[in-house]
């Protein structure tokens, strides 16, 4: 599977982004997906995951009720709606695919990882 993230851009605080990451290849709803993040100077961090059928959602702490992770299987894609961005918000979001979703948060659990995007959240 070859993953392509998408939709990152500059945003002021408490405004919204949607990205997206496009999947081509094998069966994309074999796959649980996942978003991760990256800031500059700090390691990659989980922070949303959603199941195969889209029905479980799982996010960090510092997310939930802000963002969105969704997946719609037909497209072959998975969004993460960003709502009431925050400065600290600011990485590069990267999507990722694991096979058997047992570690849904963890990094090394998953297979794929799309090449990331940038989002960059002004105060």
């Known amino acids: 599977i070859q993953l392509q993230a998408s939709g990152g851009g500059l945003v002021q605080a408490g405004g919204s982004l949607r990205l997206s990451c496009a999947a081509s290849?094998?069966?994309?709803?074999?796959?649980?997906m996942g978003w991760f993040r990256q800031a500059p100077g700090k390691e990659r961090e989980f922070v949303a995951a959603?199941?195969?059928?889209?029905?479980?959602?799982y996010y960090v702490d510092s997310v939930k009720g802000r963002f969105t992770i969704s997946r719609d299987n037909a497209k072959n894609t998975v969004y993460l709606q960003m709502n009431s961005l925050k400065p600290e918000d600011t990485a590069v979001y990267y999507c990722?695919?694991?096979?058997?979703?047992?570690?849904?948060?963890?990094?090394?659990?998953?297979?794929?990882w799309g090449q990331g995007t940038l989002v960059t959240v002004s105060s």
């Open positions: 290849g094998r069966t994309f709803s074999r796959y649980l």
């Open positions: 959603i199941s195969w059928s889209g029905g479980i959602t």
């Open positions: 990722a695919a694991d096979v058997d979703g047992s570690r849904w948060s963890s990094i090394a659990e998953y297979d794929y």
